[in-house]
């Protein structure tokens, strides 16, 4: 016999990363806004238009509803938590190590790549934006310009040298 299990009791999901770019917080801080004031208000409202339409158990428009904005209730409280606890990334000038908000250019068989490091929330590898959780983001940290570390996955590991921090 297989036992019901309500959708809350999974496991839970990973904390996001708290570090983010003073804009990325102001995105989410609008998006926040958006769906307190227009978007849960709208959602309650269709919840009551629904409700009046009868039997809950049979009224399958209202469970769709009143699922559609429990959803949003749960984003809103996760935004909001991360909103509390945000660490804003400040643009790194003239350091001289990589830290989070660096942007790098690494050097492997005469090839540059350039980097910014950033929280994951921002990540975006394929325009150059790495995460500082990122297994190249990590290995990145705390590198000064000249130094070279191994880097690479199932015994393909090669050599990078920092070239430049901005």
Do not use: C
Request: proline share 5%; glycine share 10%.
């Amino acid at each position: 016999m297989r036992v019901p299990t309500r959708k809350g009791t999974g496991p839970l999901p990973p904390s996001q990363d708290p570090k983010m770019t003073q804009e990325k917080y102001e995105e989410l801080k609008k998006k926040l806004d958006f769906w307190l004031k227009t978007k849960r208000p709208s959602e309650a409202e269709e919840v009551k238009r629904l409700a009046l339409m009868g039997d809950f158990s049979e009224n399958v428009g209202y469970q769709i509803a009143k699922g559609r904005l429990r959803s949003l209730n749960q984003r809103i409280i996760e935004l909001e938590k991360l909103l509390g606890r945000v660490e804003i990334i400040e643009n790194q000038i003239n350091s001289e190590t990589v830290v989070v908000g660096s942007e790098v250019i690494i050097e492997s068989n005469g090839k540059q790549k350039k980097y910014k490091i950033l929280g994951s929330s921002e990540s975006n590898p394929s325009l150059g934006i790495i995460s500082h959780v990122s297994p190249l983001g990590s290995a990145l940290l705390g590198k000064k310009v000249g130094e070279e570390f191994e880097f690479g996955a199932s015994g393909k590991e090669k050599v990078y040298k920092v070239v430049e921090i901005k």
